[in-house]
């Protein structure tokens, strides 16, 4: 731990927020030269890795639509948005509601890193708003469509997606490397479980009583470097400082305690990792034995192996990590809400769907995830 300690990080963070401050645009542009990336052609962004003198810096940068860059640093709902797409549920994940309310949370958890408030949470180094650079990726318009008709065909969130796409500038975040995500570390290291999970839920629970909920906290947004965690990406974060509408100030209240649910049901994606790494004999005779229809969906084959995870560990009939094993069990509840949740929100062609968030905060505190004493407050 002391290696990555807040000291380390908070030298590291005004070395570089200095030097990265001193250059103009077009030694920012050059340092993409030679890194690694990933593009999008909805106008999600792009992410790189770059190398800027001993040490590595995630970059993530993120089209600033025109409606945008004329209200800067509005934390308001510019596109009139409707809050549903906070979950981020469906085929492609959600637009986000505004570059800005991911910029401001990011100024504010950098801020309590460095003031020692919370340390797993990665820090931002810099940000520019520049003129966007890059060849642009044309639209699919056929995958447009189809992404507008999973979202309840609501014109606004038609209008955005677009507006991203032709962006004129973007927003380019220059944020702490950590060089692991979570899903596929757990994968390779099971016994961190415990370690995670307790990480994760701390990290939720000083979010909260800020007052912000993630609304994205699965395994692929949360990072590690074998020591910590750290949660990130802060795209569909809902903060109750931003400029909210009414209807969103109501969505949030009936769901402050989302994450907690979000960060168990992902619990159930490690059986499916832990069950595709058996051989073929091995899947052979799961199938057999716990009367495993073909044909079934990922979603529905797990479900059968949580259902039988004491079974199947008693037998040996999987290598699964004891915590985890206990982690299902006692947690199981919240796991079967949370993706029923999901299921009827994904099948929901209007997304009007309803987290039950009085059975949720019940569970969690019926199950200690929640201290008692925390479960009542807001």
């Avoid at 052609?41 to 993120?62: A, M």
């Avoid at 308001?76 to 492609?92: A, D, E, M, Q, R």
């Avoid at 447009?144 to 004129?168: C, F, M, P, Q, T």
């Avoid at 969906?297 to 004491?310: F, R």
Wanted: proline share 3%; glycine share 6%; charged share 25%.
């Amino acid at each position: 731990m002391a290696q990555n300690s807040t000291e380390l990080r908070r030298q590291k963070y005004f070395s570089l927020s200095s030097q990265l401050a001193h250059l103009d645009n077009t030694q920012l542009r050059e340092l993409f030269d030679h890194s690694e990336s990933n593009e999008s052609s909805t106008g999600w962004g792009s992410g790189h890795i770059i190398d800027f003198g001993k040490s590595k810096v995630f970059v993530k940068r993120i089209p600033v639509t025109n409606l945008e860059y004329d209200n800067l640093f509005s934390t308001k709902n510019l596109y009139s948005l409707p809050t549903f797409c906070n979950y981020g549920i469906g085929p492609v994940a959600s637009t986000g509601f505004g570059i800005f309310r991911e910029l401001v949370t990011h100024i504010k958890t950098t801020q309590w890193v460095l003031d020692g408030e919370i340390a797993t949470i990665p820090l931002m180094y810099h940000y520019r708003i520049m003129p966007f650079f890059g060849q642009r990726l044309a639209v699919d318009m056929d995958r447009h469509k189809a992404y507008v008709e999973s979202w309840g065909n609501n014109v606004n969130i038609g209008n955005y997606a677009l507006d991203r796409a032709i962006a004129n500038y973007e927003l380019v975040l220059f944020l702490e490397y950590i060089p692991h995500i979570l899903a596929t570390w757990l994968h390779e290291n099971p016994n961190t479980l415990e370690q995670s999970l307790n990480e994760i839920r701390a990290t939720i629970d000083f979010l909260r009583m800020k007052g912000i909920i993630h609304f994205d906290a699965h395994f692929h947004n949360i990072l590690t470097d074998g020591n910590r965690i750290y949660l990130t990406d802060f795209g569909l974060v809902l903060d109750k400082n931003f400029a909210l509408t009414k209807d969103e100030e109501d969505f949030f209240e009936q769901n402050i305690f989302y994450d907690y649910g979000e960060v168990l049901r992902n619990l159930r994606h490690l059986m499916r990792w832990s069950y595709d790494r058996c051989s073929e004999i091995d899947k052979r005779r799961i199938v057999e034995k716990y009367d495993i229809k073909p044909g079934l969906q990922p979603h529905e084959l797990v479900s059968i192996l949580l259902d039988n995870i004491e079974l199947i560990q008693a037998d040996g009939d999987m290598q699964l990590d004891e915590f985890y094993v206990a982690s299902i069990v006692k947690y199981r509840s919240i796991i079967m809400l949370m993706h029923k949740f999901f299921a009827e929100m994904w099948g929901n062609q209007q997304k009007d769907t309803k987290l039950p968030h009085v059975e949720l905060q019940r569970l969690l505190k019926e199950t200690g995830f929640l201290p008692n004493a925390e479960v009542h407050g807001s």
